[in-house]
């Protein structure tokens, strides 16, 4: 049967029941898997707090993909805990509220760029910190990942993760077509 008892998994982006990340932490909690959630501020805190307490989360700190250093803090609270991960989850998203009521045409430079950095981007600065976690636990399961792909692979560069409208899709997919 399967199973994912002892496996630490960090989920990223839980706002509320309703969020697609808090079904995967509930999916895997029901497993067995271990724990680690993040909320966006202090605001969206108390929303979070109380459901990864149900969910009996090891860990739950603050996440502001645009604040410099909580991806570090993040990871380190994580290695002291754990020393390893075996599961991340980045289900986050942001638009700012004029461009995303936009036609697509209408909208901004700045709000492009801003959904591209929340939503895309941060999906590499995730995996970046988590290189060495993940190599941990690599060395428990050997598995692949995108640092892994990276370094194995060094024509796959930055072009298909930088084409707009497939970003999202590209830097997650295109690396498993190739681990595959
Ligand atoms: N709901 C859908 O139908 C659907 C369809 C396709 C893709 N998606 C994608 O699934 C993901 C999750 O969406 P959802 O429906 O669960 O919505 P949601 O609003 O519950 O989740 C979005 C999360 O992004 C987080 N977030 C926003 N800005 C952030 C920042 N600066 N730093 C850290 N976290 C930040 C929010 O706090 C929230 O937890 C998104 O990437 C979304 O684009 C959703």
């Not at 994912?4 to 029901?30: D, H, M, P, T, W």
């Amino acid at each position: 049967m399967f199973s994912l008892a002892g496996k630490k998994a960090l989920v990223i982006g839980i706002a509320n029941s309703q969020s697609i990340a808090y079904g995967c932490a509930k999916a895997f909690r029901e497993q067995g898997a271990n724990l680690a959630v993040t909320y966006l501020n202090e605001k969206a805190e108390p929303f979070v707090r109380p459901l990864a307490e149900e969910l009996g989360a090891d860990l739950v700190l603050p996440l502001d993909v645009t604040k410099d250093g909580q991806f570090g803090a993040l990871f380190d609270s994580i290695r002291q805990h754990w020393g390893r991960i075996d599961i991340c989850v980045h289900s986050i998203a942001f638009c700012p509220r004029e461009d995303l009521h936009a036609r697509v045409m209408d909208c901004s430079r700045a709000g492009f760029a801003t959904a591209m950095d929340v939503s895309v981007y941060s999906f590499i600065s995730m995996v970046r910190g988590a290189d060495e976690l993940l190599e941990r636990a690599a060395e428990r399961a050997p598995t692949h990942h995108l640092a892994t792909v990276d370094r194995s692979v060094p024509t796959l560069r930055f072009s298909p993760a930088a084409k707009p409208r497939t970003s999202p899709e590209a830097s997650t997919t295109s690396t498993a077509d190739i681990t595959s």
